[in-house]
């Protein structure tokens, strides 16, 4: 099994800062990694998928880059709609599917 | 628009059933894989197993096999979870969530997209 692992586990942004979130597999997964993101009370909403690509809605200011075993989610002029945690989780090597334990972005 | 809606919240004593639903629309529900994944403040979010809605070929998490049963209903596009024998670890919110892959290919590879809203299953004596 993969093991997926996030860092850091909280990140604390001031509105219109640039977040940098990592992620890293215990193994190569190629850039087959997605990453969500998730509010209170709310399910998982994609962002980003193939490690780079934005999925359809997702604002300019998202990036996503890395391959093989690194990976980094990019916020860039967080917005105040933007504070949550994020996931990532690696697709590449199933069954199962594994996912980050997440980083929260909040508030500075 | 894609949605998967999902049944509301259950309550359970230890030992027993619980059976989730996962209703679609906005796409042909046949046509592509679906996921349970269940979410613990202490594990995360979890894979439990996925289900072919074409074809009713499922594939579950060792973790879960034995005491998980995902089947669907095609004629009203909704997909169920079956979870049994709980325990209070069980207690999450479980979520169905469609995979990207077509179900014409033999496994689900994808990432996934939409989620349901998410189903609290708790067990507790």
């Known amino acids: 099994e993969i093991v997926m692992t996030q860092s850091p586990a909280t990140l604390s942004v001031s509105p219109g800062e640039e977040a940098t979130l990592s992620c890293r597999a215990s193994q190569s997964i190629r850039s087959n990694l997605a990453w969500y993101q998730q509010k209170p009370g709310q399910a998982p909403r994609l962002l980003i998928y193939?490690?780079?690509t934005r999925a359809t809605g997702i604002p300019a200011r998202f990036s996503g880059s890395g391959s093989g075993t690194e990976f980094t989610l990019t916020v860039s002029s967080l917005q105040s709609e933007d504070f949550g945690v994020y996931f990532c989780?690696?697709?590449?090597?199933?069954?199962?599917?594994?996912f980050g334990q997440g980083t929260k972005v909040e508030i500075k | 628009q894609v949605q998967l809606v999902q049944s509301g919240a259950e309550v359970k004593k230890p030992g027993a059933s619980v059976k989730v639903s996962c209703a679609a629309s906005g796409y042909t529900f046949t046509g592509f894989y679906l996921h349970w994944v269940r979410q613990t403040p202490g594990q995360g979010l979890e894979w439990m197993g996925w289900i072919n809605p074409n074809s009713g070929v499922t594939s579950y998490a060792q973790k879960f096999q034995g005491r998980v049963t995902m089947t669907r209903d095609s004629s009203i596009s909704s997909a169920y979870m079956e979870l049994r024998r709980l325990k209070s670890d069980d207690t999450a919110v479980y979520y169905c969530?469609?995979?990207?892959?077509?179900?014409?290919?033999?496994?689900?590879?994808?990432?996934?997209?939409?989620w349901g809203q998410g189903t609290l299953v708790t067990v507790s004596a």
């Open positions: 989780q690696q697709y590449g090597n199933w069954p199962p599917w594994t």
């Open positions: 969530a469609r995979d990207v892959t077509p179900s014409e290919v033999p496994a689900a590879t994808g990432w996934f997209a939409p």
């Open positions: 193939a490690a780079s």
